[in-house]
């Protein structure tokens, strides 16, 4: 079993900064990818950014040149550097994993409200 746990939501003002991070632990062998999803009130959860084993990324337009994502391979660990956020960006961001014999795992979600 693959735990996932996501730390670092919370307030800002509009064109701040918040920095997500997201710990994988349990039974992990190898992990493909890792990245975050969002979901806004009343909205389907959409890609935020994704991040293959080897570095390679993916970025939903709206985030592009303004969001980075990382991560540390030795410690399981993915992270979300969010800049010039925008109110548009308010929303629970939610970390997931895929992990080659488990599958997706998903964690539980960290709330990032940005105000006007």
């Known amino acids: 079993q693959v735990r996932v746990v996501e730390s670092g939501g919370g307030s800002v003002q509009a064109g701040g900064s918040l920095r997500l991070s997201c710990a994988a632990s349990?039974?992990?062998?190898?992990?493909?990818?890792m990245g975050w999803y969002r979901q806004a009130p009343g909205k389907q959860r959409e890609l935020v950014a994704l991040i293959n084993r080897n570095g390679g990324t993916n970025y939903a337009d709206s985030v592009k040149g303004r969001f980075t994502i990382s991560r540390d391979n030795a410690k399981n660990t993915v992270y979300l550097q969010m800049n010039s956020l925008k109110p548009e960006d308010t929303a629970v961001y939610y970390c997931t994993i895929n992990e080659v014999r488990v599958g997706a795992a998903w964690g539980q979600g960290t709330q990032v409200t940005v105000s006007s």
């Open positions: 349990g039974s992990i062998y190898s992990i493909n990818y």
